[in-house]
């Protein structure tokens, strides 16, 4: 993690009371019996406060990063943390979290060469590396179980299951013309070609265009199948079907009513637009839009998880009615889980792959992080259906 950073004393002392009096009261450095939760170990407890004193949560992660602390649970450490994540500061001393806060760099905004940037410094990193973790479908998104809790080996035909249920939502069938916006690297595209589909799918990542035209040649679907890097903003025509699968949470924030313009705009009539979202409590949406967090420093610039109740108000504003709306957080627990456990069992892989212990560690965190998010009901992950107002004669607005 390179030079320790100066917090200052002041700085430092705040913060040390603060976590020690929070790490405490949550029992996780000095549990009072053996069948007590989870415990966080210091390693090197000076420079853990410093690093928080000086960057707040951005601090605690680049601390974990350092090896300055571990869980003997990782996920149940961060679970206890989320769950009191609105109280771990007294209430009298909250006005003093600004002190900590970061602005969002101006450089994550998502123009249409930001966007292309920020999704080229995660979805770039190398097909080689989301492989050793995910299953052979390739699909970076939240599965759907036949039932909890799952093994590795149900992973690929719950992703299935979860592309099955979009694809039924959006209606597709023989001769729909559908438009995918955020590739991933192909399954869901070759999934609805072989329903018979016709399908144009869009991504910014050169990586992914490249690796799921191979997947698409190879499953003898190029005459149904398009795969072009273009943004969103970009796309024309008119499609039966638009499937966003955990795109949104990359969008940000000022583009939100771009993003769903543009849906409302490449509806045809009677088409619906079929996303799956990531969400989280608006006022916590709203607290995190305006700080820079260690996920958008280190893992996915420039990108804002969204409320439900964003999406659903961007998206009237757009034009779009919300029709239907379910959550399965559990499952994306558990997919992150499973994910996580793949990870740490191929690090050799990994480090052969280029990567060093510091990635590896800031990679397990964010798995871990995510994760104690659905646990601890901090996140949840919806399956959404937006369409066209109908307008008075009838038609489609």
Known sequence: MGRLPSAGAARTAVARHLVCRALDRLGLTTPADAAAGPLLTLHDPDAFHRRIGRDGLIGFGESY???????????????????????????????????????????????????????????????????????????????????????????????????????????????????????????????????GARVRTVTLSREQRDLALRRVAEAGLRDRV?????????????????????????????????????????????????????????????????????????????????????????????????????????HYAETLRLWRERFLGRSAEVSALGFDHVFRRMWELYLAYSEAGFRSRYLDVRQLVLTGRTTADGGTG
């Open 65 to 195: 990063m350092a090896g300055e602390w571990d869980g003997d649970d990782l996920v149940g450490v961060l679970t206890v943390l989320a769950g009191h994540v609105d109280d771990l500061v007294p209430h009298a001393l909250r006005r003093l979290r600004g002190a900590w806060a970061h602005r969002r760099p101006a450089s994550d905004r998502n123009t249409v060469e930001g966007a292309r940037r920020n999704v080229h410094r995660h979805y770039d990193l190398s097909n080689e590396l989301f492989a050793t973790f995910l299953d052979p479908t390739l699909t970076y998104s939240s599965a759907v179980f036949a039932s909890l809790p799952a093994g590795a080996e149900d992973l690929s035909a719950a992703q299935h299951r979860k592309i099955d249920r979009l694809l039924d939502l959006a209606g597709t069938g023989p001769g729909t013309t559908l438009l995918e916006i955020g590739t991933g690297w192909g399954e869901l595209a070759v999934r609805a070609a072989r329903r």
């Open 226 to 330: 398009t795969v072009e890097l273009c943004d969103y903003r970009r796309v024309d025509g008119t499609y039966d079907a638009v499937v966003s699968v955990e795109m949104i949470e990359a969008v940000g924030a000022a583009y939100w009513p771009a993003y769903f313009r543009a849906l409302h705009r490449l509806l045809a009539p009677g088409g619906r637009a079929v996303l799956q979202a990531i969400t989280m409590p608006h006022e916590r949406m709203l607290h995190t839009a305006r700080t820079h967090t260690w996920i958008s420093k280190y893992v996915f610039p420039g990108g804002l998880v969204p409320s439900r109740e964003a999406i659903a108000r961007h998206s009237a504003a757009a034009g779009l009615s919300l029709v239907h709306d379910t959550g399965y957080g559990e």
